[in-house]
């Protein structure tokens, strides 16, 4: 998302650069580890300020995305505070981690950040509801999860020479592309077996695409099937997912907690519809009955309804498929994002322009 981002500012004409590689993420919560990364990014920022007088240069404004409790903005707050340029936040959020506080002073960090920012920009219910906790409404903007496709590359065929309609056997071609980890991946993959087990009778055939610790876990999650129909092909490159969803008929990742998911938008962007989860984000990039079918969680019977309804209805397959790609090109490409930073971003930077005199 980031890189998404970068790109859609340079659509909308900004001279975007990357204006630092420290990173103030921490894994640890400690006292003296908050210390570190603070003290971290002063130094940075000093360098920065440096460097800058030396070209006789001064941005105009700071951009920084994901500010949140793990990864505090101290780089922003020391370079707008020296400069006296505005600050704007791309997907500042607050996580779960720290049920006992262990995270807190963390958090408190990263709000100071939020509060000096003239403009948060959110792609989650959840973040917005977080935000306006925080500070006033005109300072909070919504933009939907998005995808930049120029930034992609699809291949034309496999690397390992095999050809991707040979992966499938037969039926309606469904597709799973994710990592396999502990977690809401795994329950995903669960949910994804358990639905296809109570369709053994239908015509249907499933390749996956991914690795990680839970490979073995996933392989038995499907050894219930006896007749070939689930090919776990492992790890693939990126631009080979785009020529693998070309070939499906359907994306089927039920997403279980998914902040929103970009696979999904991926698979708009070919033109492939959907069967997921009506859970957390997935909604904000999947619409019910246009784009694909969302199915109640964690319910697995009405998993595998939705299931069984797009492997039978081949017309509602074609009609999602159609929905998906207008969705994608109207509504959630580069091109729509661009335009809505430059409105949000534009006033911000005359508003502080007016300011400086």
Same mark, same amino acid.
């Given at each position: ?7 859609a500012?340079?659509?909308a ?58 990864a ?6 020391y ?13 500042p959020?607050?996580?779960g ?6 995270w807190?002073?963390?958090?408190v960090e ?8 003239e ?7 959840? !973040? #917005?509801?977080? @935000?306006?906790?925080? *500070?006033?409404?005109d300072? $909070? &903007?919504w933009?939907p999860?998005?995808? =930049? ?5 699809t ?7 095999k ?12 597709f ?28 249907w ?21 006896r007749? !070939? #129909?689930?090919n @776990?092909?492992?790890? *693939?490159?990126p631009?080979? $997912? &785009?020529h693998?969803i070309?070939?499906? =008929? ?17 698979a708009?962007?070919?033109?492939c ?7 957390t984000?997935v909604?904000?990039?999947v619409?019910n ?5 969302l ?63």
């Amino acid at each position: 998302m980031a890189g998404n981002l970068y790109a859609a500012l340079e659509k909308a004409g900004y001279d975007v650069f990357l204006a630092s590689r420290y990173i103030c993420y921490s894994k640890r919560w400690s006292d003296e580890y908050l210390e570190l990364r603070r003290l971290g990014a002063i130094e940075e920022g000093k360098m920065l300020l440096d460097k800058w007088a030396r070209e006789k240069f001064k941005p105009d404004l700071w951009f920084c995305f994901h500010n949140y409790c793990k990864a505090p903005d101290w780089l922003g707050m020391y370079i707008c505070q020296h400069l006296n340029i505005p600050l704007v936040h791309g997907k500042p959020c607050k996580t779960g981690q720290g049920p006992n506080g262990e995270w807190d002073k963390w958090r408190v960090e990263a709000q100071r950040s939020i509060l000096m920012s003239e403009a948060n920009i959110v792609m989650t219910h959840n !973040d #917005r509801q977080y @935000l306006e906790s925080l *500070v006033s409404k005109d300072k $909070i &903007f919504w933009i939907p999860p998005f995808l =930049d496709i120029s930034l992609l590359t699809t291949a034309t065929a496999l690397e390992n020479g095999k050809e991707a309609e040979h992966l499938w056997n037969g039926g309606t071609k469904l597709f799973a592309p994710a990592m396999m980890r502990p977690g809401a991946k795994m329950e995903s993959y669960r949910i994804l077996s358990d639905a296809l087990k109570l369709l053994d009778d239908k015509k249907w055939s499933l390749v996956i695409a991914g690795t990680g610790p839970g490979f073995d876990e996933v392989k038995s999650m499907f050894a219930w099937d006896r007749h !070939d #129909r689930v090919n @776990l092909i492992g790890e *693939v490159k990126p631009e080979e $997912i &785009f020529h693998l969803i070309d070939h499906a =008929d359907l994306l089927t990742w039920p997403g279980y907690r998914e902040a929103y998911g970009m696979v999904y938008l991926e698979a708009a962007s070919r033109g492939c519809p959907v069967a997921a989860l009506n859970n957390t984000g997935v909604p904000l990039v999947v619409e019910n009955q246009r784009t694909g079918l969302l199915a109640t969680p964690p319910d697995v019977p009405s998993y595998s309804k939705i299931l069984s309804k797009l492997i039978k209805d081949r017309q509602l397959l074609d009609s999602l498929a159609k929905g998906a790609f207008e969705f994608f090109n109207n509504e959630r490409s580069g091109s729509q994002t661009a335009a809505q930073l430059k409105a949000i971003i534009d006033p911000v930077l005359k508003r502080h322009q007016k300011l400086a005199g």
